[in-house]
């Protein structure tokens, strides 16, 4: 039972992601794909004045990919950059709710590595702190 709310979870984050598309003036950009499977994600991220992090996702591909892009996102706004920078693996596991082959792990974590990525590429201040 709980398995079909996630599974319905991942079709309705597929269908109508709440955090794809451009960020303006971001601070980070960084792109992945797979091209085993075709799956491509590009993850922006800027921080308010106050060290938040705002995060979204361009990109396509299956839609553990693309669900995973789109929690994923979703998790981690108002986050700080020490916060988002700590997060592991287990942490998209936990938001898509489903046993993954080692296939579709790898479909779900890619965003999670371009996230890494970009977060790390980003200074300790936000740009124009001074």
Do not use: W
Not at 17 to 41: H, I, M, Q, S, T
Not at 112 to 120: C, E, N, P, S
Request: with cysteine; net charge positive.
């Amino acid at each position: 039972m709980l398995e079909a709310l996630y599974r319905e979870q991942i079709i309705d984050r597929y269908k109508h992601p709440r955090f794809k598309g451009a960020l303006e003036d971001p601070e980070a950009v960084y792109e992945l794909d797979n091209p085993l499977c075709g799956d491509r994600v590009k993850v922006m991220l800027k921080r308010d004045a106050q060290g938040r992090v705002q995060a979204r996702f361009e990109g396509q591909g299956c839609a553990i990919a693309m669900a995973s892009a789109d929690l994923l996102m979703e998790s981690i706004q108002g986050r700080s950059l020490d916060e988002v920078r700590k997060l592991t693996k287990e942490h998209v596991f936990r938001l898509l709710g489903l046993p993954l082959s080692p296939a579709r792990a790898k479909c779900a974590l890619l965003p999670f590595k371009a996230l890494k990525i970009a977060a790390y590429g980003l200074p300790e201040q936000p740009l124009g702190h001074v």
